[in-house]
């Protein structure tokens, strides 16, 4: 059974930086592509950044600069820094597969104000 734990979020104000972080168990880790997820209140889940298994990293316009997406095989978890952050990121972040996708963790609540 595929399980995936996010931690790391919390209250922030503009400008400031979280470092989120989701393990994952059961799967062979390495050998898939990640995403970090977000969803704000009232709007759809959206796709904030992906690593491949060869360490190709993608992020949406809105992250790029700002965040970096990283993962260790060997702790079979994917990180997101965040830094120079502003009010539009808060959501509740997720992490899961790019292209396979499993059940949804209970993500880590990241809210940004001042």
């Known amino acids: 059974q595929v399980q995936l734990v996010e931690s790391g979020g919390g209250f922030v104000q503009p400008g400031g930086s979280l470092r989120l972080s989701c393990e994952a168990s059961?799967?062979?880790?390495?050998?898939?592509?990640m995403a970090w997820y977000r969803q704000a209140p009232g709007e759809q889940r959206e796709l904030v950044a992906a690593i491949s298994s060869v360490n190709t990293r993608t992020y949406a316009d809105s992250v790029k600069g700002r965040f970096t997406i990283s993962r260790d095989n060997a702790k079979k978890t994917v990180y997101l820094q965040m830094n120079s952050l502003t009010p539009d990121d808060t959501a509740v972040y997720y992490c899961n597969g790019k292209i396979s996708l499993w059940s949804w963790g209970q993500g880590t609540q990241v809210t940004v104000s001042s």
């Open positions: 059961g799967i062979s880790f390495s050998l898939y592509a």
